[in-house]
């Protein structure tokens, strides 16, 4: 069974930071592509941050670039995201997800809330 566990959200401040983490676990994929997606409310969901296994390339969304890092620990099957200069845009629920394609739609996380306050 493919389980993957956010934590790492909550509530902070206007220009501060908070890091996401996803523990992976279950799934097989030789290569694959893992990382965040989130949703606010009455918004689609966008994709924020993705890492290949292969050979570590990210991806980042536009408005995103330069204030969040995503980075992985293989050897704990772990995707981290890393975010800073938070503003109140970046409320949403962040969602963790891993798959074969760019951006990955195999498997979903429950998501974690992530709350910045003006």
């Known amino acids: 069974e493919v389980q993957l566990v956010e934590s790492g959200g909550g509530l902070v401040q206007a220009g501060g930071s908070l890091r996401l983490s996803c523990a992976a676990s279950?799934?097989?994929?030789?290569?694959?592509?893992i990382g965040w997606f989130r949703q606010a409310p009455g918004k689609e969901r966008e994709g924020v941050s993705f890492?290949?296994?292969?050979?570590?390339?990210?991806y980042y969304a536009d408005s995103v670039k330069g204030r969040f890092t995503i980075s992985s620990d293989n050897g704990k099957n772990t995707v981290y995201l890393q975010m800073k200069s938070l503003n109140p845009e970046d409320t949403a629920v962040y969602y963790c997800?891993?798959?074969?394609?760019?951006?990955?739609?195999?498997?979903w996380g429950q998501g974690t809330q992530v709350t910045v306050s003006s």
């Open positions: 890492i290949r296994s292969s050979d570590g390339r990210t």
């Open positions: 279950g799934f097989t994929f030789d290569d694959y592509c």
């Open positions: 997800a891993v798959g074969r394609l760019i951006p990955p739609d195999d498997y």
